[in-house]
């Protein structure tokens, strides 16, 4: 686990690749824990540590994730991603094959398949679906494979995995939503890159970016970045 910023408020860190956020039936040690861990020895606490979970990011996912500190910041937090206000998150993702186009709005009706733990998207509305809105833009090209920066109107169930894959773009690695092969440490090549948002106390603005996985292929498309 690594920091990427705290005060009296907040700590964002930079999740690892098949860390779970929060305890799941697997019963592996979450994220939530192992901050409160490192939060009680750094600040040296005894008893029970306060740490509130403000999002979620999937297990084979990494990238920027936000924990609340105080009872004072979470319910701000949690109103401010519910309705998206002055939260921005942004995200890149390997796919293997280029969209059609390199930059462009996804509009999809999304539905949830509680069984398998998939969403699908739809062009048009169907019953039971939930909008689901991004922003895409090719940023880097390799002899194999594209890197896309994607930004969300929209915070839906799978919905960048399952948006770029109704393109014919499947997220690297991604087995769920149409990879043809796995990673070999079971991740997808989706990582949450930036969150910029408004303090929920001192109302500043701050601006946080997780460098990218420690993976060749992570590397050398984001050398060639053009953010």
């Known amino acids: 686990m690594t920091v990427l910023y705290e005060d009296n408020h907040l700590i964002i860190v930079n999740k690892q690749a098949g860390e779970i956020v929060q305890g799941d039936k697997t019963g592996d040690a979450p994220l939530s824990d192992i901050v409160k861990d490192w939060l009680k020895e750094k600040h040296n606490k005894p008893g029970n540590v306060y740490l509130g979970v403000v999002h979620r990011l999937d297990r084979p996912v990494s990238g920027v994730v936000l924990f609340a500190k105080t009872s004072k910041a979470l319910p701000r937090l949690n109103k401010m991603f519910a309705g998206h206000d002055n ?3 942004t995200y890149w993702a390997i ?4 969209p059609q186009t390199p930059q462009g709005t996804l509009t999809h009706w999304l539905t949830r398949n509680e069984k398998n733990n998939t969403a699908r998207a739809y062009d048009r509305e169907v019953p039971a679906a939930k909008k689901a809105v991004l922003d895409y833009k090719l940023i880097a090209s390799g002899d194999r494979y594209h890197l896309l920066e994607i930004h969300l109107h929209t915070g839906r169930h799978h919905q960048i995995r399952c948006q770029l894959a109704k393109i014919g773009c499947p997220i690297k690695g991604d087995l769920k939503y149409g990879a043809p ?18 303090h929920p106390v001192s109302h500043e603005n701050i601006s946080v970016t997780a460098p990218v996985p420690n993976d060749t292929l992570w590397q050398a498309l984001s050398r060639g970045a053009t953010e």
Do not use: C, F, M, Y
């Open 181 to 198: 092969r796995s990673n070999p440490d079971g991740s997808i090549s989706l990582h949450a890159r930036n969150l910029t948002l408004e």
């Open 95 to 98: 796919v293997q094959n280029r």
């Open 87 to 89: 939260v921005s998150k």
